[in-house]
């Protein structure tokens, strides 16, 4: 029993670094890196480097997520607190990473290069303009299609700057991945509306529940029929299984939309919703 429990305690404060978050991260880039035909090599340096940086933004906005919440004394999720808690050692093993992956850069392509440090230049950017913000502010609802953005960009950009070409299917697929992650990222919001109604702002506090799940449909629907059309027109059965895959990502997240008093249970649409992205592993 004691085993037991100290394994759950474990998983849940992965949990709440959201190291299952970079898991799927990874997961998905090497998917990605894979495409069209599913032979193609994965640099190791590049597929580290990508776990550190989204787990050191990632990290990076909860901290300052926490430094605003305690001022505007706003109630803190289980997350939010976990890393309150463990701010200042947070704090340490973000400098460490932040050293970690300047060292890697040595092993990185020129190309691989360039992105990276456009990227983060973005990203440090939102950060910090993101802390600048009150937790009141109106403007943190634009948070979900920026991070949209920045993620898909991470996943898919550091690998096809490695290509010489990009077939019509990676692109398509590309397509079907941010919309994905914005299902996910909303569909969050709407869940942790649902949780604290008067924390922040966000787009589901924005649109409201109605247009919010009409939004969420929708994207279910045209994800579905692109993933069906790359399926039964693309060359290479990688990505057809591909496609097969994501179509999947975006069944599980509409599953959660539709039953969320289930999901609001103990968080499982977050260990839900963010192990979607795991499924590729299927695949590999």
């Known amino acids: 029993m004691k085993f037991y429990y100290s394994i759950k305690n474990l998983l849940q404060k992965a949990h709440y670094l959201s190291l299952d978050v970079v898991a799927g991260a990874v997961i998905s880039h090497i998917m990605v890196a894979r495409l069209p035909d599913g032979h193609r090599p994965v640099g ?3 597929t580290v480097l990508l776990a550190i940086c989204v787990f050191v933004i990632y990290a990076a906005d909860r901290l300052y997520d ?3 919440n305690l001022n ?3 109630v803190l999720t289980l997350r939010h ?12 093993v973000l400098a460490g990473l932040v050293v970690m992956a300047v060292i890697l850069l040595f092993w990185l392509p020129r190309s691989v290069l360039w992105f990276g440090a456009g990227l983060a230049l973005i990203s440090a950017a939102y950060v910090w303009g993101v802390s600048r913000l009150p937790a009141s502010n109106a403007k943190l609802a634009w948070k979900e299609p920026v991070v949209t953005l920045l993620y898909t960009v ?3 950009g550091s690998s096809w700057v490695q290509k010489p070409t990009l077939g019509w299917s990676e692109i398509g697929l590309a397509v079907l991945f941010l919309l994905i992650v914005f299902q996910n ?3 969050f919001s709407v869940m942790e509306t649902y949780e604290f109604p008067d924390n922040s702002y966000s787009l589901a506090t924005i649109w409201g529940f109605d247009r919010s799940d009409v939004i969420l449909r929708t994207l279910t629907v045209v994800i579905t029929v692109l993933a069906l059309v790359i399926f039964f027109m693309a060359d290479d059965r990688f990505a057809q299984r591909a496609a097969i895959i994501e179509g999947m990502m975006s069944a599980v997240l509409y599953i959660i939309q539709r039953y969320p008093n289930r999901f609001l249970i103990n968080e499982r649409y ?4 963010d192990g979607v992205f795991w499924l590729p592993v299927l695949i590999l």
Not at 81 to 92: G, V
Not at 270 to 273: A, L, M, N, T, V
């Open 72 to 74: 505007s004394n706003a």
């Open 185 to 187: 990222l909303l569909l």
């Open 270 to 273: 977050r260990w839900i919703g």
């Open 81 to 92: 607190r976990f890393h309150a808690e463990n701010q200042h050692l947070l704090m340490r």
């Open 44 to 46: 190791w340096a590049t």
């Open 66 to 68: 926490v430094r605003k």
């Open 154 to 156: 991470g996943v898919w």
